[in-house]
């Protein structure tokens, strides 16, 4: 009797999750057309450009107000707010196809989607989402999140930013680093702490209007690569802000900043998909046109081994995506696979475009093949929105918590 | 007028394709090659959007003869602005045959039984280039026809259309119904918006048979071989004026 009750249940199980595996085995129809027409967009409108943008560290902003227009850069948002009102897993697939053209698109699109829209939509007020995000949907404006500061990157909890009350407003004092489209966004959430006793739990997060009396922004970074979104400081020296215009409960800055991050991470991890789909498209396409030793060099086991490895690198990484993609839109804990997936395909991503330049050779090391940008693209993947390092943390950490009896 | 507009939307081998010759000249390899909406029908679509966004008329129907697969090519369609779709089922040994002689027939049939007040089309297809279709379906139900059009605009019961033709730029006015087929420059399509791939979904495709419509498909055509153009062959430089000219007579064409 038992053993039918197992087999009932585990037949139940199976029956459920087959509508979320077949979804990894073949996607939807309406997010075929969905990847099809970002990918379209991208071979016609990216990738034609990107080469350019980065050679002038240019923002591409005509780019960005096309794809507002599509609804791109407000993919979760619900259509009462001027978004698409999508799930996850459509916006892991337009990130990939964004960034297999211009990779510092889509970390524009990943920064306003995840990292700006993505709190506010959490934890913000109605008034808040009517004031931070209807606008922020169409691409005429983006967002960016400041975390990070001199002192401390995957140390968050020890922010050293500090927001008193004054009356009827916060004053902010403190400087942020690496802040993604500082140079180019209309607002920020921001970190800081207002009560340091506290340490992390002290930590609250606000929205800052850019720009603002008593936030100034720092030199635009010299980038390796993704050089066409801009990257600077922003210092906040007694910016003053209305008491509403703190995001989410006093104290649950931390809370929401590593929520925000792990939804950011599948962003993240489609970006870098993206990156190392260009690198093995264009190793690829070498392989059968440059012949060395008589013959195209994709008959050469060397090259044949380095693009399957390339190939199983970047799909299995892209699994590991949709998976934590398809679990969030089930509303079911996602942490550890999102972490998984930004771990796999930001060293796919490395991994994928050193091989692209060893398959291209000499070719590969200049700029008229794409190969290099996409390896100078590839490095920041496993650095930003957490370091390759803080996600074996946290992976291993909710590991052991499952394996706890 | 009904303020109903057919619009014909062909399933091509993507314009970025390699194409290649199957090995016993029958024909080209079409299995797992990449298929898109052909770029003039797309253009006709965008028309007929955009007609309805004006406020010109009422209703955009596209309209798709093929097999299973041209349902995507209807649903791009739909994504792009169409109201609905029909998806006119033909398989097999049919779908080879079909040509610009058998749509034209199902085109005739369908504007007859959707009371349609505007048929737009794409000037022709990038896969045969045959620029037949529009023209025979004109002739088959006795309608004006504005061919070649770069702009299109409905002036009451008539429409204006500037035709692009060898000697440059024809501006005819006809009356409506009438069948018109879209030229290059007519409009830039749009890409589809992510709210309108959702909306898409909901959007209703009827299917039926070229049988349902009366229509006899049999073809007036046989492909007897199918061949890729010669290869390129090297040229010969010449250094003098006289080199040239001798070698040109020695080709016979002087």
Excluded at chain 1, 306 to 314: F, G, N, R
């Amino acid at each position: 009797m038992a053993g039918l009750m197992t087999a009932r249940r585990a037949l139940g199980l199976c029956l459920r999750g087959r509508r979320s595996l077949s979804q990894l085995a073949e996607l939807p129809e309406t997010h075929q057309i969905l990847r099809q027409t970002c990918r379209d967009y991208a071979d016609r409108e990216l990738t034609p450009i990107a080469a350019k943008l980065d050679k002038e560290h240019c923002y591409p902003a005509k780019q960005i107000q096309e794809l507002g227009a599509m609804g791109v850069m407000a993919m979760e948002v619900p259509e009462e707010l001027g978004g698409a009102g999508m799930d996850y897993l459509a916006y892991s697939l337009a990130m990939e196809e964004i960034s297999r053209g211009c990779a510092s698109t889509g970390v524009v699109v990943s920064v306003n989607n995840s990292l700006y829209i993505g709190p506010v939509l959490k934890f913000g007020t109605d008034e808040q989402k009517q004031q931070w995000i209807t606008p922020f949907t169409t691409g005429e404006r983006v967002g960016c999140f400041a975390l990070s500061e001199p002192g401390n990157g995957s140390d968050a909890g020890a922010a050293s930013t500090t927001a008193r009350q004054d009356g009827d407003e916060w004053v902010l004092n403190g400087t942020k680093a690496w802040i993604t489209n500082s140079w180019d966004a209309s607002a920020t959430v921001v970190f800081a702490t207002t009560d340091k006793k506290l340490k992390h739990k002290g930590i609250s997060a606000f929205l800052i209007p850019m720009p603002h009396p008593g936030l100034s922004l720092g030199k635009k970074e010299d980038k390796l690569g993704i050089r066409a979104s801009s990257t600077a400081n922003i210092i906040l020296e007694d910016c003053r802000v209305p008491l509403s215009n703190m995001l989410g409960p006093r104290g649950a800055g931390f809370k929401i900043a590593m929520q925000t991050l792990d939804s950011g991470r599948i962003g993240i991890a489609s970006q870098a998909l993206g990156i190392a789909q260009a690198a093995l498209d264009c190793a690829a396409d070498y392989a059968h046109k440059r012949t060395a030793f008589g013959a195209p060099i994709g008959k050469l086991q060397a090259i044949q081994f380095k693009l399957a490895d390339m190939a199983v690198a970047v799909e299995s990484a892209r699994l590991l995506t949709w998976k934590s993609a398809l679990l969030r839109d089930s509303k079911k804990p996602f942490t550890k696979e999102a972490a998984m997936a930004k771990l796999a395909a930001s060293e796919a991503a490395t991994f994928c475009s050193h091989q692209a330049i060893q398959v291209l050779g000499g070719m590969g090391y200049v700029s008229d093949m794409p190969a290099e940008r996409h390896y100078r693209d590839a490095r920041i993947t496993e650095i930003y929105e957490g370091t390759s390092e803080i996600q074996r943390l946290v992976i291993a950490g909710q590991l052991l918590k499952e394996y706890q009896s | 007028m009904s303020g109903r507009v057919l619009v014909g939307v062909k399933r091509v081998i993507d314009y970025a394709v390699k194409i290649r010759v199957k090995p016993d000249n029958s024909g080209i390899v079409t299995d797992g090659v990449k298929h898109s909406m052909n770029p003039f029908c797309e253009i006709a679509i965008e028309e007929a959007v955009k007609l309805k966004e004006k406020k010109l008329i009422k209703e955009v129907v596209a309209v798709s003869c093929g097999p299973q697969q041209s349902q995507e090519t209807i649903r791009t369609a739909l994504a792009m602005g169409a109201d609905r779709g029909i998806h006119v089922e033909v398989t097999g040994k049919d779908y080879e045959a079909l040509g610009p002689l058998q749509v034209s027939k199902i085109m005739a049939a369908l504007a007859k039984k959707e009371d349609a007040q505007l048929i737009i089309l794409g000037k022709q297809a990038i896969d045969d280039d045959c620029n037949q279709t529009g023209q025979m379906t004109a002739a088959l139900l006795d309608w004006p026809q504005g061919t070649f059009a770069s702009e299109v605009a409905l002036e009451g019961d008539k429409v204006k259309v500037v035709r692009e033709i060898d000697g440059g730029l024809e501006t005819i006015k006809i009356n409506t119904p009438a069948v018109v087929t879209a030229d290059l420059r007519l409009n830039t399509p749009r890409y589809a918006t992510l709210p309108n791939i959702m909306k898409a979904k909901k959007k209703k495709i009827a299917n039926m048979k070229p049988a349902d419509l009366g229509v006899d498909l049999t073809s007036r055509l046989e492909v007897l071989r199918v061949d890729e153009p010669p290869q390129r062959q090297a040229g010969v430089k010449v250094e003098t004026v006289d080199d040239l000219v001798a070698k040109l007579r020695e080709a016979g064409t002087i």
